[in-house]
């Protein structure tokens, strides 16, 4: 089944942050020519601090560390990762207040608490769910693994292969969104890949290490640019890209190999059936085999259960729902300028028409659901707008289609990720064109302010000059 869509020009690939900006800039140019906009407005710093430690941390993703960009490069230390060509930065590390504030640590304001080499162009974190000392970075090429530790010497001990190291002619595999469901071992992490167009699952090791290769994956065709993902209970997953958005099968976290249509028939088969209490129920799909595939270098594209059309995906969420067949997939569009839902049934089959959707209004780059005492509010970044926007779902989960509340707009701020403190007051927002983080207030509605109460301080090279970070993500983590 296929949805008819109106696609927008394709992006290269890149690294994330080049995408940003060449996909976006004249969306932004767009934004600041008129409809009443102020093209003067500036959006101002936050000045609140707290002066009370607490023991969370806002981890910052800084998409531009590439040493050899302004000569900063260090004499590589020996180590598990490969850190670029003598990168310095990649993750900085604020402490956080007692009241959710960012943490006064300096005269004038808040300051990284540590920062963390990692490879080229980090563009995603995501934290372990039940050990918050563990980080997984998507880089240019590979994923990397970062021990915390509050004694500053926090770094990263482990990595996968690039695709190159297997195959020495491939793309970068410039994955772009990483997500872990905890429910199968220590945890699988999927990773989407833009560059390789694939989605690779990796079984999390009992020390937070990772296979060199996944293994297991779903293999898309020559454009599909996956670029977002949401398991969808234990055993559906979908995938976003460029042109399609797809439902696939998972079996304990792994996904199915493909048959091979060149095999010759035997009696043998060439997976275990899943095991069943019952003698008499029918045996279960194949499990495949957890030892590192052949995923890189594969051969084949997998066959999805269900899919429909799409116009470059930027993010999706999956919400479960007992009124529904099994729930709905929230999923933002790049070139419509909307948010919208599918439900997607207990067999893998989404929907060719949405169910609730937002009106036109900008490129919402990524969705945070919050359970306010209110009701369930999700808000987005609206990056070529400048914004983040709050909307209040209805009761039956889906969307209405306007905002409730927005902060005020200033396009060059271009923010993208979201977080939100463990006592709910602030939502973090990172503003890739302004090199900083801002907190807003949540009020007590469920929706923001128009300015921030707090922000970040600026950064500064030992010469004084000012660092361009492109900040493109955040996690919240424990940090004693």
Do not use: W
Request: some cysteine; overall charge negative.
């Amino acid at each position: 089944m296929t949805r008819a869509v109106t696609l927008g020009t394709t992006v290269g690939r890149g690294s994330q942050a080049a995408r940003h900006v060449v996909a976006i800039g004249c969306l932004v140019l767009a934004a600041c020519s008129g409809g009443g906009k102020d093209r003067d407005f500036s959006l101002p710093r936050g000045d609140e601090l707290d002066t009370v430690r607490s023991d969370h941390a806002l981890v910052i993703v800084e998409a531009q560390n590439e040493c050899d960009r302004d000569g900063s490069c260090v004499p590589v230390p020996s180590g598990p990762c490969h850190l670029g060509d003598g990168n310095s930065r990649g993750l900085a590390v604020y402490r956080l207040g007692a009241t959710g504030l960012l943490f006064q640590n300096s005269a004038d304001g808040a300051r990284p608490e540590q920062v963390i080499a990692t490879d080229d162009n980090p563009r995603r974190v995501v934290a372990h769910p039940s050990d918050p000392s563990l980080l997984y970075v998507a880089t240019r090429e590979r994923v990397q693994v970062i021990r915390l530790r509050s004694d500053g010497r926090s770094a990263c001990i482990d990595e996968t292969a690039r695709d190159q190291d297997v195959r020495p002619d491939a793309d970068d595999s410039d994955p772009v969104d990483l997500v872990i469901d905890p429910a199968v071992g220590n945890g699988i992490l999927y990773v989407a890949g833009r560059g390789s167009d694939r989605i690779d699952a990796y079984p999390i090791g009992d020390d937070g290490t990772l296979p060199t290769l996944p293994t297991s994956c779903i293999v898309g065709g020559g454009n599909a640019e996956y670029a977002s993902m949401a398991p969808l209970g234990e055993g559906l997953f979908a995938a976003g890209g460029a042109v399609r958005i797809e439902i696939y099968p998972r079996v304990l976290g792994q996904f199915l190999p493909e048959p091979d249509p060149n095999a010759s028939p035997s009696p043998t088969p060439v997976a275990t059936a899943s095991p069943s209490p019952d003698p008499e129920a029918t045996p279960g799909p194949a499990v495949p085999s957890p030892e590192p595939s052949t995923c890189v270098d594969a051969r084949f594209v997998s066959t999805p259960l269900s899919v429909i059309g799409s116009a470059f995906v930027t993010h999706m969420i999956f919400e479960p729902s007992a009124s529904i067949p099994l729930g709905n997939l929230f999923i933002a569009e790049e070139a419509s300028q909307r948010i919208f839902t599918f439900q997607v049934t207990p067999d893998g089959e989404i929907e060719d028409d949405d169910s609730s959707s937002t009106k036109r209004a900008g490129v919402y780059q990524r969705l945070l659901r919050h359970q306010h005492p209110t009701g369930v509010i999700l808000y987005s970044s609206v990056f070529n707008e400048g914004r983040v926007d709050a909307f209040r779902l209805e009761e039956d989960g889906l969307l209405p289609d306007e905002t409730f509340s927005r902060t005020a707009e200033d396009p060059n701020t271009l923010p993208v990720a979201l977080a939100i403190d463990p006592t709910g007051s602030i939502l973090y927002v990172t503003q890739a064109g302004k090199d900083r983080v801002d907190g807003f207030r949540i009020r007590s509605d469920g929706g923001l302010p128009d300015e921030p109460a707090t922000s970040t301080a600026p950064r500064e090279d030992p010469e004084g000059r000012a660092i361009e970070m492109f900040p493109d993500d955040i996690a919240i983590v424990t940090l004693p």
